[in-house]
């Protein structure tokens, strides 16, 4: 059981988002998913974006990409979006159903 | 009462079965329209030999409903079934189904054309075949998105 | 080889085994379009008990099979089957049925629309209804004809 | 067996059409079927249908109405078409199938 924090001292609980790959995204990156911190000041889909460009040649092409398609909590957003703890965000290339 | 059945799954299903599901205790739609997509033998010029459908479970699903609630609000409809599956699929299989019943044939028709036609284009399913020349996502037409924004 | 199989008939028929008749040995065509239309249980609020159909036999298939030559000028259409019932028909029963295979979804959807369009305007068939107020010639409907003038 | 005609005397062969009513017109007219004798000088619709309106008044309110429908050997056409000999005309309403 986690300890129930008590009294004036209130413990800083961490925000983070969940963030899932699909399609040929998931296969240019080798990941299918990670958990991000969430910046306060920093916290849209575009921020979001930008950090995760950080993380290599690979990963700088994918979220470059203007087809790229991204999703919160199964709804389709554009970059603008900003996010909450325990968001989940899904960025995938362009459908291809039906 | 109004049906709005929408399926995301593996295995296949019967065609003829679905269709009576729409239609059962329906005297007052006189028209059913409805599309089955299949794996076609050649895509862009390869000759295909099965495809791999990957999914995103739980947004496919909710994609698909709001989709078949908007054909709702822009046609007077009866009963509508969208199934999709997902996986391994072989030559001639089948991947999609839409069946929408209404009153008017009209009504019917572009209820089914607009389904299909936002399916493909939002719905998030993606599409790897497996040619002769090796497996490769399948890129996205953009006759497609000419076609979902003609709506 | 293109399967053109123009019907018109006093009998019910299986929908899920012309269905299967129309897409059989094709992998080619992706997408499938059906339409079927039965005896609804009200029109023009009136409520009905059952239809009698009357043709011109000979014409109406020659006009049946008209409409589907110029659908695949139009189109480029794999299969097309057309079913067409005469006689008596209670309420629920399928009247008529088209089935169009293509390559592409938009295709198969215009042709299958197109030709229930024209089928409309066109074929020489005449409803009768027997309602609660008796019997009566249903009216052509000036939707129809609009409908028809869009292509 | 007809007796064929030989020598210079030429027997006159009589031109006729067929006739056909359906669905409300065949009702309207209580008639299904008739055989119409083809004039040479005035052998189109337009024709047939003045001879056929100096039948009685139902048949005068059938083809005067604009909405009536005519075809020739089982293909749809306009008042101007002209006929010839053993030609099938069909008189009907505006159809209503499907």
């Known amino acids: 059981m986690a300890k129930v924090a008590t009294g004036p001292e209130i413990k800083r609980v961490e925000q983070m988002i969940k963030v899932l790959f699909f399609a040929a995204i998931r296969e240019q990156l080798d990941c299918e998913e990670l958990e991000l911190k969430l910046n306060a000041e920093a916290n849209t889909i575009c921020d979001i974006k930008a950090s995760l460009s950080e993380k290599g040649a690979d990963w700088q092409k994918v979220f470059t990409d203007p087809t790229l398609l991204v999703a919160v909590n199964q709804t389709m957003v554009d970059d603008a979006q900003s996010l909450k703890s325990n968001d989940t965000v899904a960025f995938f290339p362009p459908v291809t159903g039906g | 009462m109004s049906l709005n059945s929408i399926k995301v799954q593996q295995q296949d299903f019967d065609f003829a079965k679905e269709v009576d599901t729409l ?20 895509n862009d010029g390869c000759q295909v030999k099965h495809l791999f459908l990957e999914h995103y479970a739980g947004m496919t699903e909710k994609c698909l409903f709001d989709i078949s609630q908007q054909a709702r609000e822009r046609w007077q409809l009866g009963n509508i079934s969208v199934i999709h599956r997902y996986g391994k699929l072989a030559l001639g299989e089948k991947i999609v189904f839409v069946g929408v019943t209404s009153k008017h044939r009209q009504d019917a028709f572009m209820a089914a054309e607009f389904i299909m036609d936002y399916l493909k284009v939002s719905a998030p399913f993606w599409k790897k075949e497996l040619t002769e020349q090796g497996e490769r996502w399948v890129a996205a037409k953009a006759k497609d998105s000419k076609e979902a924004n003609k709506w």
């Open chain 2, 23 to 42: 239609e059962e205790n329906n005297l007052v739609d006189g028209a059913t329209v409805t599309f089955v997509g299949r794996v076609r033998n050649n």
